[in-house]
């Protein structure tokens, strides 16, 4: 099963103390192990550099960077194409952040049906499934 990673997944493994920093884990564990097929997008990747940026913490910016994509060597470009399927997903449903229409969209125009993200936004796009993600 090929898996689209949100950025919340690395960043709650390399978060404090957190109910979802076990669940992360576990997750990223079977992507490390080959039994799921992780892949992330461009973006994820930025999403990580700039709240650690933020936090003024670069240096964990480039740990959490670095083992991520590590573990998920499959990072998809982010095109034209999905920036403009990403405005159609974010006319769509209304619910959902721009962040969140454009792995939508990237996940969409890939093919790929799953997400692991604590994210329940994802819930209601059609098209995308979300991964329940348990220890």
């Known amino acids: 099963m090929r898996v689209f990673i949100d950025s919340n997944i690395p960043m709650y493994v390399a978060g404090r103390e957190?109910?979802?920093?076990?669940?992360a884990r576990?997750?990223?564990a079977r992507v490390r192990n080959g039994e799921v097929e992780g892949c992330t997008s461009a973006k994820v990747l930025q999403e990580i550099l700039y709240r650690y940026a933020a936090l003024q913490r670069r240096d964990l910016a480039r740990e959490v960077y670095d083992i991520f994509v590590e573990i998920c060597?499959?990072?998809?470009?982010?095109?034209?194409?999905?920036?403009d399927r990403a405005l159609h997903v974010l006319s769509e449903f209304e619910h959902l952040s721009?962040?969140?229409a454009v792995h939508a969209a990237v996940m969409l125009n890939q093919g790929v049906d799953w997400i692991a993200s604590f994210d329940s936004g994802f819930d209601r796009v059609r098209g995308v499934r979300r991964v329940e993600l348990t220890v």
């Not at 060597?73 to 920036?83: G, I, K, M, R, Y």
């Open 18 to 23: 957190h109910p979802n920093r076990g669940p």
């Open 26 to 28: 576990a997750f990223l």
């Open 98 to 100: 721009p962040r969140q």
């Open 73 to 83: 060597p499959v990072v998809f470009d982010v095109t034209l194409a999905d920036a």
